[in-house]
């Protein structure tokens, strides 16, 4: 009997931007200058190559779920590849930041575009065979969202050129700023943030082992043009130095998301009484999120200038990102590698059972040290490394967990569905070695 050709699981890819965003955060901290380019690097191997790869991988997930498309479908051949193109065009960007090499980091920032672009045609093309299906709305969210990262790819040329460029026109060295603040809201609210509220729309009542409510489909069909013209408006505004209408567009993003998203997902929270890790971490990560959103769209109402802005943003940034996105991307990630890596009912507890360990705990030391590290950003005081530390760590517990419980799972599985070639081959040496 033939035996089925293993799949090579891209998900790895992602595992291992987070061990790589882990020790490059880790240096970061203990040793300053450890680490080329340090505040690029710990920000782009977590947006790029833990979130994107993410998000280019679970995307097209949930596209193939919702649409139900076949195995077959030609709108999903080049996953593999654009995961890989993706990869490789990453360590390009990366490698040329490092050295400053502006033809470098202009390819890399260019070829991330096209995959990207690539991975948006498909989307649309695979949406053009099931334009009938209710859920058609999620895969607006993830269209609109590879072409705000376009957008951000193209602006991360001009700014690689200010930063390296010795020649650089005095235009765009004046400008550098304002086109960082626009580059930071249509990578970070337009390609994440779109993808992530596309993605709950279904996913969350999933989590929250509940029906969807009736009136999520209709309200997320609502909230896309707001959020998609606060963005615009964000970016617009931050790219010509309007720094009060950067603030609106934030506040307009955030109000469109929570109404049109989070009201829903609320209304399925309390029907379920959730009480497990994934949901408890992804409802965390929201709530950090809109916090994160809401200091940034306050400080661009009160800042003098583009340039000040800029330094103020920065902690809560890192605060949107560890405490807001990557808690949304670990919860689910949480939930879906159980019923990814498959088995049956009884591997996937093993599996879950191994990523839910000391949940409680976790989740509690997480976020009281976001909650003391916003309190030290907010007011000045306390010491921000200890409380990065302690963040660190609980995300090093969680990449050790997804790693011990997808292991486990998969033994399981293969105990309980063993492949009908090695039964046959137990079978036989069994009866060979019985035969006098």
């Not at 951000?152 to 700023?177: E, N």
């Not at 809109?290 to 009160?302: D, S, T």
């Not at 033994?411 to 035969?435: G, K």
Request: charged share 10%; glycine share 12%.
């Amino acid at each position: 009997m033939t035996t089925r050709p293993r799949r090579w699981r891209t998900d790895r890819l992602t595992t291992g931007w987070m061990l790589v965003a882990l020790v490059t955060s880790g240096l970061t901290l203990a040793a300053h200058g450890a680490v080329p380019q340090p505040l690029w690097t710990a920000v782009h191997v977590v947006t790029l190559g833990v979130l994107t790869s993410s998000v280019l991988q679970w995307s097209w997930y949930f596209a193939r779920a919702l649409l139900h498309l076949p195995a077959d479908d030609p709108s999903g051949r080049g996953v593999t590849a654009r995961l890989l193109a993706f990869n490789v065009a990453l360590v390009t960007l990366v490698g040329a930041m490092w050295t400053g090499w502006v033809p470098g980091t202009i390819a890399g920032a260019a070829a991330i575009g096209t995959v990207v672009s690539w991975h948006g045609l498909a989307l649309v093309r695979a949406a053009r065979t099931r334009l009938g299906t209710r859920f058609a709305v999620v895969l607006r969210y993830y269209v609109a969202a590879a072409a705000f990262l376009v957008i951000g790819c193209v602006l991360a040329g001009f700014l690689t050129v200010a930063m390296f460029a010795h020649d650089a026109p005095g235009w765009l060295l004046a400008a550098r700023d304002r086109l960082t603040l626009a580059h930071a809201v249509v990578n970070v609210g337009g390609w994440l943030g779109l993808s992530i509220l596309g993605t709950l729309v279904t996913l969350g009542p999933t989590v929250l082992r509940t029906r969807i409510d009736p009136a999520a489909l209709r309200m997320a069909v609502v909230a896309l043009p707001g959020a998609v013209g606060g963005l615009v408006l964000a970016a617009t505004a931050a790219s010509i130095g309007w720094l009060a209408g950067l603030g609106t567009g934030l506040v307009v993003f955030a109000a469109a998301g929570a109404v049109g998203v989070g009201v829903p997902l609320v209304r399925a929270a309390r029907r379920a009484n959730p009480g497990a890790f994934a949901a408890w971490t992804a409802g965390l990560g929201l709530v950090w999120s809109l916090v994160a959103v809401g200091a940034i769209a306050a400080q661009a109402f009160v800042a003098p200038d583009a340039t000040a802005l800029r330094d103020a943003d920065l902690p809560w940034l890192a605060v949107l990102g560890a405490g807001g996105i990557l808690q949304v991307l670990v919860g689910a990630l949480t939930f879906l590698m159980p019923v990814v890596i498959g088995g049956g009912p009884g591997p996937a507890r093993i599996g879950m059972a191994a990523l839910e360990t000391a949940w409680p705990a976790r989740v509690a030391t997480r976020n009281t040290a976001l909650g003391l590290l916003a309190f030290a950003t907010a007011t000045g005081a306390g010491t921000l490394g200890l409380w990065w530390a302690a963040v660190l760590v609980c995300y090093a517990i969680d990449v050790a967990a997804l790693a011990v419980a997808g292991a486990r799972q998969a033994r399981a599985r293969r105990a309980a569905h063993p492949r009908p070639d090695a039964a046959a081959t137990t079978t036989t040496t069994t009866t060979t070695r019985s035969t006098p």
